[in-house]
């Protein structure tokens, strides 16, 4: 008989297991040894009939369930020929009433003159094969097992990055609502192709970039594009180091009408919510920051964000980028402090800062002896811009007023 891989090469050695357990029905004591045998096979045989279709198996578990069949099937088949054999030899069962039939077996098991040594190989071949079939079933169980206790695991790992990044969302909340990326989006939306570019390869920002000094100041008449170039700016750090994750970037755009959420403290808060938002774990510091005043419903002071945020700026290249300058707080000594700071950051921690301001005095001496560039309405700029918008305005009248025919 051929055997191939499939629930039904299973059932055929089952039926044929459970043929032989009846014919050792009501068998002499001297038979349940092997009887015992057959049945423990045929318990085995159908536990994997009924799993078999569950399980995805490999190409080498294939072959293996195969060769057990048929090692299965074979000892089985040798067992029945024997039976045939020894039941025979009563030559009452060929003129038996079959309501006697029963009585017949009896006694023609009874005549048997069953011999240890006939049954001794082919019960330890039956022990051999249940023991190889029961190692594969169990196989088949562990992998399930490992399968299940994986599957597991990983929906806790996934609960666990769930619970983490909420949390993390939730120290970010906490620290400020603000968030400048939705301007910065909107400035760089609104730019012109090839803008700033003499900027960007100017030699000021090249050695800024390249770090021969730490800082650059941008000062600019009003009008003159300082914004527009500082998301410039902030787009081409973030292009150049997009797959470095030791570099950290964070600006500000300071607002005369944001003056409520741009105090120092807020300022610090917003830097250091930047510059951790994109790492896959909240450092340390913030989170005990976070754990000292959340409980209590508290803010942390304007030195402990900026201890914290040194703390997670060292060790790594930085760049601050702080918009108009000049719009920041002045009340209390608000923009001195906060550019103080700044700079005592930067020197602890090596952090590149880039400004821009109008020409305000008091700004100007903060940056006494750092690197500058004025920001001017460049020329090619301002070609572009008036392309751009002389041909949409031209198209738009046109739409407007159609050519008339004379």
Not at 166 to 181: E, M
Not at 237 to 243: E, H, M, P, R, V
Not at 292 to 312: A, C
Request: glycine share 6%; charged share 25%; aromatic share 8%.
């Amino acid at each position: 008989m051929s055997f191939g891989y499939s629930a039904g090469d299973i059932l055929k050695a089952l039926e044929l297991a459970n043929e032989i357990r009846t014919r050792f029905v009501d068998a002499p004591d001297q038979f349940k040894a092997i009887s015992d045998e057959v049945r423990s096979l045929s318990i085995v045989l159908d536990d994997i009939k009924v799993v078999l279709p569950q399980r995805d198996l490999t190409s080498e578990q294939r072959k293996e369930l195969v060769s057990i069949i048929v090692g299965c099937y074979n000892i089985l088949n040798t067992l029945n020929k024997t039976l045939e054999k020894y039941q025979e030899l009563d030559p009452d069962l060929q003129n038996c009433d079959p309501k006697s039939f029963r009585f017949t077996v009896r006694r023609g098991w009874k005549r048997l003159r069953w011999k240890p040594d006939d049954v001794k190989e082919l019960r330890s071949r039956v022990i051999s094969n249940t023991s190889l079939l029961n190692g594969f079933n169990g196989q088949l169980t562990r992998n399930v097992s490992l399968a299940t206790k994986a599957g597991v695991d990983q929906l806790h790992e996934r609960q666990d990055d769930q619970e983490r990044h909420q949390q993390h969302q939730t120290i970010l909340d906490w620290l400020t609502p603000v968030d400048y990326a939705t301007q910065q989006s909107d400035f760089i939306a609104r730019r012109q192709e090839g803008t700033g570019q003499w900027l960007l390869y100017s030699a000021e920002f090249q050695e800024w970039l390249h770090q021969s000094y730490k800082t650059l100041f941008c000062p600019g008449i009003p009008g003159a594009g300082k914004t527009m170039l500082t998301s410039i700016v902030i787009e081409h750090l973030f292009t150049k180091f997009q797959n470095d994750a030791s570099v950290g970037i964070a600006y500000i755009y300071c607002n005369f009408r944001r003056q409520q959420e741009q105090r120092p403290a807020d300022l610090l808060a917003s830097l250091l919510k930047q510059l951790i938002q994109g790492r896959p774990l909240v450092p340390e510091g913030v989170r005990n920051l976070y754990g000292r005043h959340n409980v209590k419903r508290t803010r942390p002071s304007f030195d402990e964000i900026s201890n914290v945020l040194q703390s997670v700026i060292s060790g790594s290249t930085t760049f601050l980028i702080i918009d108009a300058l000049d719009e920041c707080q002045i009340s209390d000594g608000g923009r001195r402090r906060f550019l103080s700071e700044i700079f005592n950051i930067q020197a602890r921690t090596g952090a590149s800062i880039f400004a821009t301001s109008r020409f305000i005095p008091d700004i100007g001496k903060e940056f006494e002896g750092c690197q500058s560039l004025e920001i001017r309405a460049n020329d090619e700029d301002v070609q572009r811009y008036l392309d751009t918008h002389v041909a949409a305005a031209v198209m738009c009248l046109t739409q407007s007023y159609p050519a008339r025919e004379n």
